[in-house]
T-cell receptor
Framework: GESVGLHLPTLSVQEGDNSIINCAYS??????FIWYKQESGKGPQFIID?????DKRQGQRVTVLLNKTVKHLSLQIAATQPGDSAVYFC?????????FGAGTTVTVRA | DGGITQSPKYLFRKEGQNVTLSCEQN?????MYWYRQDPGQGLRLIYY???????QKGDIAEGYSVSREKKESFPLTVTSAQKNPTAFYLC???????????FGPGTRLTVT
């Protein structure tokens, strides 16, 4: 079965606000996580990754937070834009492969 | 232009027919992967290959077959044994030991 999952399947956010997308994982031995963005009808695109020896990593307008105590991962998007509307997946390294969660659909309201 | 390509974008087949989906990459990646995506669900791994002439089953390999004769190519055959073949199929690739996978644009297969 899956070892990663997202708390909410959908998220609606006002343009300009910050978005927070959550993901829980079950394998405490996991040491690498990735966030992907998938626009409608396209393949997933890499957003940001984080290793388990880190608590936080920042990219352009995005921040990933890792809480190993509660096995929780989150992706924060600052100043959400219409182009951020997509499905967001977290993925966990497991047995030399990636295991993907079901995804959260983010809709940006104008 | 470096990248990973999948063709065709849309594919229609009759039930009982085998169909082969193409995946090509010119990123010089060692590893290649096939995933299946159903509506509202995450990606499920079908097969993966870490080197030429070698591949392993993923979580849902039944009814599928692959080959890896060239580093650049990893075609997937959906056989008539696959009970529910209609889905969005994604191919990905990565460097050996690197977990960041690059995805192709996908092929939407419809079997009626």
């Amino acid at each position: 079965g899956e070892s990663v999952g997202l708390h909410l399947p959908t998220l609606s956010v006002q343009e300009g606000d910050n978005s927070i997308i959550n993901c829980a994982y079950s394998n405490s031995a996991s040491d690498y996580f990735i966030w992907y963005k998938q626009e409608s009808g396209k393949g997933p695109q890499f957003i940001i990754d984080i290793r388990s020896n880190m608590d936080k990593r920042q990219g352009q307008r995005v921040t990933v937070l890792l809480n190993k105590t509660v096995k929780h991962l989150s992706l924060q998007i600052a100043a959400t834009q219409p182009g951020d509307s997509a499905v967001y997946f977290c993925a966990e390294k497991r047995d030399y492969k990636l295991s993907f969660g079901a995804g959260t659909t983010v809709t940006v309201r104008a | 232009d470096g990248g990973i390509t999948q063709s065709p974008k849309y594919l229609f087949r009759k039930e009982g027919q085998n169909v082969t989906l193409s995946c090509e990459q010119n990123l010089n990646h060692d590893a290649m992967y096939w995933y299946r995506q159903d509506p509202g669900q995450g990606l499920r791994l079908i097969y993966y290959s870490q080197i030429v002439n070698d591949f392993q089953k993923g979580d849902i390999a039944e009814g599928y077959s692959v080959s890896r004769e060239k580093k650049e190519s990893f075609p997937l055959t959906v056989t008539s044994a696959q009970k529910n073949p209609t889905a969005f199929y994604l191919c990905a690739s990565s460097f050996a030991g690197d977990y960041e996978q690059y995805f192709g644009p996908g092929t939407r297969l419809t079997v009626t």
